[in-house]
């Protein structure tokens, strides 16, 4: 009998706080594109050790502003070093639709 594989167990990491995220002006980022990025925090709750943001072509100023914003996240501080991944859209729509 084999034993099905079991389904990774979420993360119990809490969010407490994140600066806005904000884009330069002249900033141009596609809509509807998805960018993942990865990183780690640490016992106290703060993040580090930012991976590389793929797709790997994103524009410059996005990158730096994606860095810049997961810096910013704090977490409830854990047990042991997390590493995470989150990904993050440009969704836009005209105003009241």
Do not use: H, K
Request: with cysteine.
């Amino acid at each position: 009998m084999v034993r099905p594989a079991q389904a990774p167990q979420p993360s119990a990491t809490q969010l407490l706080d994140a600066a806005r995220l904000d884009l330069p002006t002249d900033c141009a980022v596609p809509s509807g594109r998805s960018y993942r990025m990865t990183y780690t925090v640490g016992l106290d709750g703060r993040t580090g050790n930012l991976g590389a943001i793929t797709p790997p072509d994103a524009p410059l100023c996005l990158q730096s502003a994606l860095a810049a914003w997961v810096a910013s996240f704090r977490y409830a501080p854990v047990a042991q070093t997390e590493s995470l991944t989150a990904d993050w859209m440009l969704v836009t729509a005209r105003r009241g639709s």
